[in-house]
């Protein structure tokens, strides 16, 4: 294995730098499968003994590799090689359907006749304009001003106090995370979430270079206790949190637990970005955080879970001092979100059709929680008749990678913790189950069953293995 390291290194001509060619030297073993995940790399005195170079040297390449989510080093154990989140997403929530399958491992909404009728409407209504400039344009970067005037709209009803010089259009609400996060954090940087929180949040840290730490966190959401805590005895520069329907544990955040929140980021100016892209499916609304920070704290909201999937259109709010930092974020990484479909999103804002969407969305959830809860209340720990998805614990008698895999085997995907984890965090015995997509009430119901009936039944002899 170090052979190969050591070519690289002979390689290296005047000028450039060593612990640049060792990144690129384990990172090729790594991309080619030399080194496996959960391999120990050897420790960095080692390399540097065996390569003639220092140390530091090994220590500057260890640490670019784990920013790049390559390996993970942990005190007093060493160094793995670790997938990316990227990769351990893809291995439990399918990135394809499959006819025969089930697929609870991805968050959707349930599509009905009505969403396919809505999107024939506005694309005949589009076809039929002479003028469109929102393909034809690709300025102002915020996006255009009628359309963040629907967005002000649209966040009002969401709780969230948004001007035209405050709002940004994104591509999603996970495009709007990291925008913010961009805006805000420097590698280095301590950023807090839940401890068991969106792997989007995960994969940030991993390309923006910050260190994730995860807090501790209930049915209700965030401890504020643990929250003071990690404020009072490290230097916070951002907390992301989800308030609305947590993914995966669906928790919920109080109205009490929000202004405790609240309280400690101003106390000692932590800014808070709050990912809001389930909110519009509550029927019953807490005032968001951000709006109890006006000069701190940032909203994310989308039309994906709540809307249509493919209308990946996002609002972004910021605190009005941070406007033309943000600005010129997006500019980088996009130039601009795509007008069409804000387009798309404002003229449904405006008619109506988003919030008769959300309604139908309100409706089918609840008699798909409904399902859940007769076949399965006994081992649910966190849904709500709003949400998209549950988090149910599972047996004693189950191991949970076999508990999933058998699932699989049955024709049912759900997703386990593992994306999800904060570095640190223990592993929970609970599987995340998306209740939406476009499958009958009928296939829902049924492989509710499925699962409740592999709950019952003890594994066989080789399902460890």
Avoid at 375 to 399: C, R, S
Avoid at 408 to 422: E, G, Y
Wanted: some cysteine; aromatic content about 6%; proline content about 5%.
């Amino acid at each position: 294995m170090m052979e190969l390291w050591n070519k690289a290194l002979a390689a290296v001509r005047g000028g450039e730098s060593k612990y640049k060619a060792l990144v690129q030297a384990i990172m090729a073993d790594i991309e080619s499968g030399a080194l496996k995940d959960g391999t120990r790399l050897p420790p960095q005195r080692e390399v540097g003994r065996k390569l003639g170079i220092s140390v530091q040297t090994v220590t500057n390449a260890y640490k670019e590799l784990e920013q790049h989510g390559m390996i993970r080093c942990e005190v007093g154990r060493g160094s793995f090689v670790s997938r990316r989140v990227s990769e351990k997403a893809a291995t439990y929530m399918l990135d394809y359907a499959e006819r025969t399958l089930v697929d609870f491992s991805m968050a959707r909404i349930v599509h009905t006749a009505a969403h396919d009728e809505a999107w024939r409407k506005v694309c005949g209504d589009f076809s039929m304009q002479q003028d469109q400039p929102w393909i034809r344009d690709c300025r102002p970067i915020a996006g255009f001003e009628y359309h963040r005037a629907a967005a002000v709209q649209w966040l009002e009803g969401l709780g969230v106090k948004a001007t035209l010089d405050t709002v940004l259009i994104t591509n999603g609400t996970a495009h709007a995370m990291f925008t913010a996060l961009a805006s805000l954090v420097s590698p280095g940087d301590i950023v807090l979430s839940e401890n068991v929180t969106d792997h989007g949040v995960i994969g940030s840290a991993q390309v923006l270079g910050f260190t994730l730490k995860g807090l501790d966190c209930d049915e209700f959401g965030i401890h504020p206790d643990h929250f003071e805590d990690m404020c009072a005895n490290e230097r916070i520069r951002v907390l992301v949190c989800t308030p609305n329907f947590n993914n995966p544990t669906v928790s919920l955040m109080p109205p009490s637990r929000r202004a405790a929140i609240a309280r400690i980021a101003e106390k000692y100016g932590v800014y808070v970005i709050e990912d809001d892209v389930y909110g519009p499916l509550l029927a019953q609304r807490h005032e968001p955080i951000c709006s109890m920070l006006p000069e701190l704290g940032f909203h994310c909201t989308s039309f994906t879970k709540s809307v249509l999937c493919g209308l990946r259109t996002g609002y972004l709010t910021v605190p009005r001092r941070m406007a033309i930092r943000a600005d010129s974020i997006l500019r980088v990484n996009s130039w601009m979100a795509t007008p069409l479909l804000a387009e798309v999103a404002t003229r449904w804002i405006a008619d109506g059709t988003a919030q008769r969407l959300v309604e139908v969305q309100r409706e089918r959830l609840a008699v798909r929680h409904r399902a859940v809860m007769e076949l399965l209340g006994e081992h649910v720990i966190g849904h709500h008749p709003n949400a998209l998805t549950a988090w149910v614990g599972i047996p004693q008698h189950w191991q949970l990678d076999a508990l999933v895999k058998q699932l699989r085997n049955r024709n049912v995907a759900v997703t386990s913790p593992d994306p999800f984890l904060v570095k640190g965090t223990p592993r929970p015995d609970a599987i995340r189950l998306c209740i939406g997509s476009a499958l009958s009430e009928v296939r829902v119901r049924t492989a509710i069953a499925t699962i409740a009936s592999v709950f019952r039944q003890y594994p066989g002899v080789n399902s460890y293995s």
